[in-house]
T-cell receptor
Framework: EAQVTQNPRYLITVTGKKLTVTCSQNMNHEYMSWYRQDPGLGLRQIYYSMNVEVTDKGDVPEGYKVSRKEKRNFPLILESPSPNQTSLYFC?????????????FGAGSRLTVL | QKEVEQDPGPLSVPEGAIVSLNCTYSNSAFQYFMWYRQYSRKGPELLMYTYSSGNKEDGRFTAQVDKSSKYISLFIRDSQPSDSATYLCAITGGYQKVTFGIGTKLQVIP
């Protein structure tokens, strides 16, 4: 089944404790992206990647890091999480062979930072 | 001014009603217009997308784009309780950044 897989789905952590949210897609998509979704603010892009070793900032990159060493994986790293990073995170990918950039989303990772 | 404006609702309708969901946008360079549906505790999934102005129909769903007014709509005919979800409009100039509306929460009451 074609899908984007995120882990963990739920995580409670404390301020300053580094964490990584993994994202993997099995569709051979070139484009991958991370979003956070917050009440009243909607989906906001954190980082995106057009291809392996190519990443760029989205609208809200502060406090996050990403890497794209393999085509299928695009982990999101929070080096020193803070409570304002409590959110619902989505990874998404697209084949980038269509101008519409139609995204396939993962199921989401709900992160709580205490 | 936000690039994409969408009324968050909630919108509550009886089963069988016609639902109209709308977004406005500010950047005339946008070319692709999409609607995603998001069920509770799930990721958004694409419903349909259109290129430039006009209508596109898929079963009970019709997407409409009016580029002159910078206005996009999604119509749901014969709405069902299973249509209860949050509907997000999404707009892009192509390939890279996709800008989402805040989402409209819809409840269809049996």
């Amino acid at each position: 089944e074609a899908q984007v897989t995120q882990n963990p789905r739920y995580l409670i952590t404390v301020t300053g404790k580094k964490l990584t949210v993994t994202c993997s897609q099995n569709m051979n998509h070139e484009y991958m992206s991370w979003y956070r979704q917050d009440p009243g603010l909607g989906l906001r892009q954190i980082y995106y990647s057009m291809n392996v070793e190519v990443t760029d900032k989205g609208d809200v990159p502060e406090g996050y890091k990403v890497s794209r060493k393999e085509k299928r994986n695009f982990p999101l790293i929070l080096e020193s999480p803070s409570p304002n990073q409590t959110s619902l995170y989505f990874c998404a990918s697209s084949p980038q062979n269509s101008g519409a950039n139609v995204l396939t989303f993962g199921a989401g990772s709900r992160l709580t930072v205490l | 001014q936000k690039e994409v404006e969408q009324d968050p609702g909630p919108l509550s309708v009886p089963e069988g009603a016609i639902v109209s969901l709308n977004c406005t946008y500010s950047n005339s360079a946008f070319q692709y217009f999409m609607w995603y549906r998001q069920y509770s505790r799930k990721g958004p999934e694409l419903l349909m997308y259109t290129y430039s102005s006009g209508n596109k129909e898929d079963g009970r769903f019709t997407a409409q784009v009016d580029k002159s007014s910078k206005y996009i709509s999604l119509f749901i005919r014969d709405s069902q309780p299973s249509d209860s979800a949050t509907y997000l409009c999404a707009i892009t100039g192509g390939y890279q950044k996709v800008t989402f509306g805040i989402g409209t929460k819809l409840q269809v009451i049996p």
